[in-house]
C-alpha cells in the first residue's frame, strides 16, 4: 500500500494494525482511533496522542507524570493494516 492510501485509512480511525521491525522485530497489534478532538494510537494499555500526519510519517506524543513531553514517528512504510474497527 502507498503512503497516501495508509494516510487516508489512518484519518478515518478505528483501525488495527502492526509496525514492521517494532521492539526488535518483533510486530506489535496496536490500535489507531480518531475523533473530533484527535487521534491516538494505542498498544496494551499504552498510548500516544497523534500531533501531525506528515507526507512520511505520523508524529505521535505523550506526557509523563512530571509533564516531560515525549515524541516519536511511525513511517507509514512500516504500517500493516490488519483491519477497521466498526464504530459502536
Do not use: C
Not at 483501525?15 to 480518531?34: A, D, H, P
Not at 475523533?35 to 498498544?43: E, I, R
Not at 498510548?47 to 512530571?66: A, R
Amino acid at each position: 500500500m502507498e503512503n497516501k492510501q495508509i494516510k487516508k485509512i489512518l484519518k478515518e480511525g478505528n483501525v488495527k494494525f502492526t509496525i514492521e521491525g517494532y521492539k526488535n522485530g518483533r510486530n506489535k497489534l496496536t490500535t489507531f482511533s480518531m475523533s473530533d478532538k484527535g487521534g491516538s494510537v494505542w498498544n496494551s494499555l499504552r498510548g500516544m496522542n497523534v500531533g501531525k500526519f506528515g507526507s512520511k510519517y505520523i508524529t505521535l506524543y505523550s506526557f509523563d507524570m512530571l509533564g516531560t513531553r515525549t515524541i516519536g514517528k511511525i513511517k507509514y512504510s512500516d504500517i500493516k493494516i490488519i483491519e477497521k474497527i466498526p464504530y459502536v
